[in-house]
Nanobody, 116 residues
Framework: QVRLVESGGGLVQPGGSLRLSCQAS????????MTWFRQAPGKERELVAF????????SYPDSVKGRFTISRDNTKKTVYLQMNNLKPEDTAVYYC?????????WGQGTQVTVSS
């Protein structure tokens, strides 16, 4: 059974940090590109970070570049999102997605709230 389970979300003050994790099972994790998305209330889902299956060149939108870092540990079947200098506009549900040329899998999401 394919599973992607996000964790690490919570309430943090502006300027704070969080590290999200996404634990995978049920598929060959090392052959899938991994993406973090987020969705704020009333807004469309937004891509925030991507890392290829080999852990090579990562990519980020301008809104998080320099603040967020995606990484992966294929031995642990886990992808991480380190989020620093968090802003209230980063408040959203964060999802991880595993994808290859044929199929995509999504996690259920973890809530991140940035507020004083």
């Amino acid at each position: 059974q394919v599973r992607l389970v996000e964790s690490g979300g919570g309430l943090v003050q502006p300027g704070g940090s969080l590290r999200l994790s996404c634990q995978a099972s049920g598929f060959t994790f090392s052959t899938y590109g991994m993406t973090w998305f987020r969705q704020a209330p009333g807004k469309e889902r937004e891509l925030v970070a991507f890392i290829p299956s080999t852990g090579g060149t990562t990519s980020y939108p301008d809104s998080v570049k320099g603040r967020f870092t995606i990484s992966r540990d294929n031995t642990k079947k886990t992808v991480y999102l380190q989020m620093n200098n968090l802003k209230p506009e980063d408040t959203a549900v964060y999802y991880c997605k595993a994808s290859n040329y044929r199929v995509s899998y999504w996690g259920q999401g973890t809530q991140v709230t940035v507020s004083s």
